[in-house]
């Protein structure tokens, strides 16, 4: 938002002083929790995780914004936004907050505006075209009546279709570009009621644009069914049948980026969300095969021979650090060769404990976790195995990755005895310790930075733990010096605020009198003793 800020406020400077004084700061506004205003972004993370005041507050933003726009417009002026979202439920809070403001749809336009090699778009699920609405200020007007504003829209959309497929726009794009001519049926009541229904209930957006949805992806269906001189809409067809329909008409069987499917699904009624929830299909040892499949060309992957010497070289570190995998050679190599180039330990972790949480999302969870990790980290980690380092910020900054702030997000939500952890604050204090020993150890892959992420990682949901084997075992790839790293992290144990207590003392004393490693290491949910009495705190 910054970026366009600051080119609209030179741009404006100048014209009036009421311009000048909106945009006298030199950056946008952020979000401020006091006031509940400033940047309007639904992102959970401002709210430790709660979805349902996120999106309370941004709607309630939205409808401020556009309240403010109705009182500056002329009885006759033109209200345009633009925009474009691929979740039903972005929509949806969109045209609450305009028909709250008093505003009403009269057009819809949908212009290809996106470049399709923009980073969004490669990352992720992204629309082509973004959809300009064109709103006027609705009149005083009485509430509707779900019949007649269903049929009326009815009436109204399949005219814009017409347009919409002769003007050539096609995919999934036709789909939710087509969404904005409903939504003027719907928009000039300021409530609409449900005729058949008990007193009092309205029909609700949700019910509006999913009735809307359907009716544009049996239109489509219609033209695919009968050619495109048809002229005739399908209805009754199931909705992985009507998926089906669409996706082998627009692609065939070529292959396509995840985002059209997930457009198309959504468009059909199917979730890509709903669908994973209620079954996980993905075993525990298929995991890295999914993650393979996702993340690399089946090119680079057809011929799995050529992981050997890599996961060979990558064992050779970690035996040197845990006998206990060096004894069985055999079962180890078979072991990573089937997850390469993921390190096995670490897609258990995810399976094993963070698949327990809420508000991870299984399989789904995992997939856009190391999508976020690998998109960063590809352009600077070298290391032989994807494990604890790709969720390292670059080494030329401080602070933590974008992956690893979503999981922060994502732990903080999980209450212990009746209170939430802020984890973001602690594993930037953990990372900034662990900087600070691994400077002049020579553990130039960023050892100990690993370990507080992967001590992180193991202990979550609140109370797991990891021993002291599996932390050496996910960093034994990149061939530590093993007193060198034991060292390190001894270190760590002793200065660490955040490393519970019980477990951190759990540690023998070695023949030479000198104390050994702690047995388990767990990031606590609380300060332990050390940050107490610490004279200079940061937490």
Known sequence: ??????????TLHGLSPEIDKVFQAPLAPKWDHEAQDGELIDDASRFEGDKARSRTAYEEGMFRAFGACRQALKPDGRLVIVFANKQANAWETLVSALIRAGFVVTASWPIQTEMGNRTRALASAALSSSVWLVCQKRPAARPGWDGMVLKEMEEKIVLRLRDFWDAGIRGPDFIWAATGPAMEAYSKHPVVKKANAPAGENLSVSEFLSHVRRLVADFVVGRVLSGNGGTVAVSGLDDVTTYYLLHRHSFGLAEVLAGNC???????????????????????EDVAEVLRRRFFTMESIRDKEAFKPHVVAALKGIYDLDPLTKRDKQAAEARFFGSYPFHPDMTDVFYSKWTAMESFQRTRGILRTFALALRDAAKWDESPLVAANVFLESPDKTGIAAATRELSSIATTEEYEGRRQEWTGILEGELAKAREIQAGDGLRFREMEQAVLATFLHSQPIGQKALTRELLVLLGATRPDKITLEKALQQWADISWFLDDEAIQDAETGPDGKKLLPKSWKL????????????AKRY
């Open 524 to 535: 606590g949910s609380k300060p332990n003793l050390r940050h107490h009495f610490c004279p």
């Open 1 to 10: 938002m910054d970026f366009f800020y600051v080119w609209l406020r030179r």
């Open 262 to 284: 997930i457009l198309y699904a959504l468009a059909c009624g199917l979730s890509d969300v709903a669908q994973e929830e209620p079954v996980e299909p993905v075993g525990k």
